[in-house]
């Protein structure tokens, strides 16, 4: 299974989105001034630019997720299954936390960024966990694992989002 991603204007992934909504489970996100089209499926991609990862774990539904979590993260070519151990282990953690619908793994196809996706019912839920004690459990390391700081190729980073909902649109 794959996952895609493609990035645009509200409106324009908006039209996408809704040719394809009954056909997939396709998610608009919405967050810091920037939107993003996401959808997991078998074969090729719907959209004509963007990402691919390929799911490395998966638990959970997006279906009521009204609030997204991207974590990017990237990762050198040598030391990718040492990070892909890892995060296995912290979305484990996370999957468990109260409000959390879904967490994805994705491995890059072409790009050296992992994606550590979470869904969450509300931003509330995950606020509640990012000041929560085992929120630092899930930051690298924390498994036993002596990660060394040339497993990255540049400095992680956190967007957020809201899951557009179009009973909620009032465009």
């Known amino acids: 299974m794959n996952f895609f991603i493609t990035y645009g204007t509200h409106d324009f992934l908006k039209s996408i989105y809704e040719k394809y ?22 074969g090729k991609s719907l959209f004509q630019s963007g990402k691919t990862y390929a799911i490395e774990k998966a638990s959970g539904s997006f279906e ?62 995950y606020r509640r966990f990012e000041n929560s004690p085992e929120f630092g459990l899930t930051k690298p390391s924390t498994s036993g694992i002596n990660v060394p700081q040339e497993l990255f190729t540049g400095k992680a980073y956190v967007k957020t ?11």
């Not at 468990?96 to 793994?105: D, E, H, Y």
Request: negative net charge; charged residues 25%; glycine residues 6%.
């Open 64 to 125: 009521r997720a009204t609030f997204a979590v991207i974590n990017n993260v990237p990762v050198t070519q040598e030391h990718k299954d040492i990070f892909l151990y890892e995060a296995k282990i912290r979305a484990e953690m996370i999957e468990k936390q109260p409000g959390c619908l879904a967490v994805r793994v994705l491995k890059p196809i072409k790009s050296d960024s992992f994606i550590i996706l979470s869904m969450w019912d509300s931003s509330g839920d």
């Open 161 to 171: 989002y809201s899951v557009f909902r179009e009973e909620l649109d009032n465009n």
């Open 21 to 42: 909504q009954n056909k997939y489970d396709i998610y608009l996100l919405d967050g810091g001034g920037s939107s993003i089209l996401i959808v997991e499926k078998e």
